[in-house]
């Protein structure tokens, strides 16, 4: 296979360079793929489409050479997280319990980026159907951070930041039901957006909370994350949820931005002192270009870890109902009958943090203990979301930033299941509430390891989110 050098600069620059002949698709393909073989140090990929990603580059080819029109992002070399359908492709979500299982539709998200001319190279490692911080909970064994080796990239979408922090894939997708976009583009260095709820669809993303799962990009800079949302955001039929609203095609700003932030975030316990330095600095920087930064207080701040585990880890449980060792994947060889082949092949086929996950949301939905937990939660959750929209009545964006501290090493919380649910303290409030955020990096700490800052703004106002965003990164 030939080894073509390409620089990337952006998605927009790459289609240029397709148009002006600097490149061809499949050249790319190629050499992206190549790449991913060679050098994935970080167990990122988990499989990589040759076959169809060189046959949709030669397509994209033959198209340019009869000089018919491509789309937006032609050319584009693109990973998916495993949680994500792509059709004659298999799809796993890093469990056991989806061993060999291929997938028998396209994800909408990804049907429009291949209808844009994207090239979809492989399926990339994660956390076991997306539960987790740091991607120790993989089948498939943990993705280490480019930036260090001894390092989590963050989870659960660790492989697919690995991926474009190595440059071995220009943008990819993710999913984010508590943080799992932004934590991990925090930890390697990139811009991370989880688009309101209902903005993408989720039809063809392996469900594991649907009232907070969302799709969304990684990519090197925020232009990258806007066009890749512009292609996959609106309305499917197939997702009920998908909303009808509008996307932007232009921006259009304003010149100056109300920002709040949490008093008591910025002093809280456990945040590393170069991440409350490097926040400061942020804060300073944005006043000093004229706009208006506010201390807010939030009343529900200790609410929201909690609240989210609870609910989430019901949904879960619902969800995860359906691998029973009869309709997906896996079936214990020592299945005989109905119950040993559900008991066998769950008990063979989930990992120690899904069963979990699985055991605590049936507590929390039982007789007895359903109106204790569930039913408080969703009130919980009521007033996280009202206490927010009111707060993003008087200001543009909450800021914070994305995690206490940078990427922590490899089995450093692994045996506390709780040390890793508080990873989730600034990023779950978006999925509690719906709203849009965004983490963009905002510098490396003494030790050179990246930090992210985030943006959390109002419900179907992406467009003002970017600007946000652009202004601080
Ligand atoms: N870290 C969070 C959890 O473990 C979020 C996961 C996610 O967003 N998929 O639940």
């Known amino acids: ?174 999913s984010d039901t508590g943080g799992s976009i932004r934590q991990p583009a925090s930890f390697t260095g990139l811009v991370g957006l989880k688009p309101t709820y209902g903005r993408i669809s989720r039809y063809g993303l392996i469900a594991f909370a649907s009232s907070f799962d969302q799709i969304g990009p990684f990519t090197k800079t925020v232009a990258d994350a806007e066009l890749m949302y512009q292609v996959m955001a609106g309305r499917d039929q197939m997702d009920s949820t998908s909303a009808r609203r509008p996307v932007h095609e232009q921006r259009t700003s304003k010149k100056t931005y109300r920002f709040a932030y949490y008093k008591e975030v910025i002093e809280s316990e456990g945040m590393h002192p170069d991440t409350r330095k490097l926040f400061d600095e942020k804060v300073a920087g944005l006043k000093a270009e004229g706009h208006e930064v506010i201390e807010a207080s939030f009343p529900y701040l200790d609410q929201l870890v909690p609240c989210y585990n609870v609910l989430a880890m019901a949904e879960a449980s619902s969800n995860l109902g359906r691998y029973d060792g009869v309709h997906y994947g896996k079936r214990s060889e020592k299945a005989e009958d109905i119950p040993s082949t559900y008991f066998n092949s769950r008990s063979e086929g989930f990992g120690p943090e899904v069963k979990r996950r699985i055991m605590l949301g049936t507590f929390v939905l039982s007789t007895g203990y359903y109106d204790a937990y569930y039913s408080k939660g969703q009130k919980v959750r009521r007033l996280i979301k009202d206490a927010t929209d009111k707060l993003l009545t008087e200001v543009d964006f909450i800021l914070s930033p994305t995690t206490p501290h940078p990427a922590f090493k490899i089995g450093e919380k692994a045996d506390d299941p709780i040390a890793l649910y508080l990873e989730d303290i600034f990023t779950v409030q978006a999925n509690l509430t719906g709203h849009p955020a965004i983490s963009v990096p905002m510098g490396t700490t003494a030790d050179g390891l990246p930090l992210g800052i985030q943006l959390l703004g109002n419900a179907f106002d992406e467009e003002t989110l970017f600007n946000g965003a652009s202004l601080l990164h």
């Open 1 to 174: 296979m030939s080894q073509t050098a390409y620089t990337f600069q952006s998605l927009a620059q790459t289609r240029e360079d397709l148009l002006s002949g600097k490149i061809s698709a499949s050249a790319l393909a190629e050499h992206y793929l190549s790449k991913a073989k060679s050098e994935d140090k970080y167990n990122a990929f988990l499989e990589l489409f040759d076959a169809s990603a060189l046959e949709t580059a030669a397509a994209i080819d033959k198209r340019i050479a009869a000089g018919e029109p491509v789309g937006k992002l032609a050319g584009c070399i693109i990973g998916i997280k495993d949680n994500i359908c792509y059709k004659g492709h298999k799809v796993g979500a890093a469990s056991k319990i989806l061993e060999g299982f291929e997938s028998m539709f396209t994800a909408t998200a990804v049907e429009r980026l291949l209808q844009e001319d994207a090239i979809i190279i492989g399926r990339l490692n994660c956390d076991e159907f997306a539960m987790g911080s740091s991607n120790e909970n993989s089948a498939y064994g943990p993705v280490k951070n480019p930036i260090n080796p001894s390092l989590v990239p963050g989870g659960s979408s660790g492989g697919s930041a690995s991926a474009v922090a190595s440059g071995l894939c220009m943008a990819s997708l993710g």
